[in-house]
């Protein structure tokens, strides 16, 4: 399954951002070759791939990244869905 993050910019160089995912300090790399703007240290991307999709509101980012977390179901009516996203054990994933 491919997911797209959202991440914070930390620097700019030669059209590739370094971000921070979430609050933790894993650090990736994105290609800013896909927007029409440039972002700016701070901002928020939504990254896939290796590649930044677009900048994305800092609420947004933020209720992005809670549902993630398994703060709640985004797929309303799909069990299985849910369950790997929260990260549930394979016995919670049988019992669906």
Known sequence: MCLAVPAEVIR??????TCRLG???????ASLML??????????LMVHAGF???IMDPAEAEETLRLLRG?????EGDATACAVAADAPATALRKA
């Open 12 to 17: 700019i160089a030669d059209g590739v951002a």
């Open 23 to 29: 609050e933790g300090q894993s650090i990736i790399r």
């Open 35 to 44: 927007l029409p703007d440039l972002p700016s240290p701070g901002d928020q």
């Open 52 to 54: 930044a999709l677009r």
């Open 71 to 75: 703060g709640e179901c985004p797929i």
